[in-house]
């Protein structure tokens, strides 16, 4: 029962699987780019290297000789993966997925042309000239991403045609990894987002989390709740949606499934094969497992007969508001922890910058999800990031 895993990226989402994990006796070995990263503080090691340094990430796979390999993050030399499953290496969700989740343009062409789910238009761009085609096919308004990114990162609306220069510049300075290239999206009149925790299993059914609402600054979650009220028809286009996707990428454990909601139905947007931060209000109890423990059982086999909502809930983050490589100073506390029905996680970043997540803020009980949402960002407002 005791496997050895190998966790690529660890931040938050990685430190919530990884107490999963030891919950569950496995031995965990966290790995990133930077020293006391936060999974990095509850696992038993932990390497440092550039994990899209191939040769680096061939080593370390080399060196510990890992059961399990889990991404947490975007910037990997994913393809790298099928080697590694060749060598009998569970690879999470699996290879394919990994590798093609990293990449926008992997998963949305999948997506739109392979499993043919409904998307926005869309077009690709390397140099400035085709995202000024790409736009002219999507029309204005319409959405710029960097082909990899996370959080948000590099991403900006185009309103009229003075932004595609400022949108391209922004897009590639929020790039991550070495890939240059950009996917601009025709904008949907979406009423509101969700994403659908949709776990995948190795002998049992996929199953579906309550869904998950949430709101966006900057490209990056600010608040999220569960359940989101939403039409049933809907619900189940989205859930056929994520099942045919998951499906058709294979391999277990908990996908983020973003969907926007129109009035005509769901259109597939993204997808992390991983925890998704929006996910982190199961934290406050809102399931009967959170998405860490679904994705650590998933991914060890062990049968999850179904995911029942046991209360409302929400989150909202903590940010950090300057940049500082100094062990960062957290007030507040006291005043926080007045607020019943309430709790707050500190992720032990030990840097910070400009609007960088330093802590989440979560409220639960039977009220409705917006008094919750306003019952977070209270208690997150307490706290405060020196």
Known sequence: MRKKILLLGSGELGK???????????????????????????????????????????????????????????????????AYEAQGIQVVPSAKAGNFTMNRKAIRDLAAKEVGVRTATYRYATTLEELKSGVHVCGIPCVVKPLMSSSGKGQSVIKKEEDIEKAWNYALEGSRGDLMEVIVEGFIDFEYEITLLTVTQKDGETLFCPPIGHRQERGDYQESWQPMPMQPAHLKEAQQMAYDVTKALGGAGIWGVEFFITKEGAYFSELSPRPHDTGMVTLAGTQNFSEFELHARAILGIPISEVVLERNGASAVVLA?????????????NEAAQFKNTDFKIFGKPSTRPYRRMAVALAYGQEDVTELVAKAKEVARKISVK
């Open 321 to 333: 508001t300057s940049e500082s490589n100094e062990q960062p100073v957290f007030s507040g506390w």
């Open 16 to 82: 919530e699987f990884v107490i999963a994990c030891q919950r569950l006796g496995q031995y965990i070995i966290a790995v990133d780019s930077y020293t006391g990263a936060p999974a990095m503080q509850v696992a038993q090691e932990f390497e440092v290297i550039n994990m899209l340094d191939g040769d680096e990430l061939d080593r370390i796979v080399a060196k510990h000789q890992p059961d399990i390999i889990v991404p947490e993050i975007e910037a990997i030399r994913t393809e790298r993966f099928y």
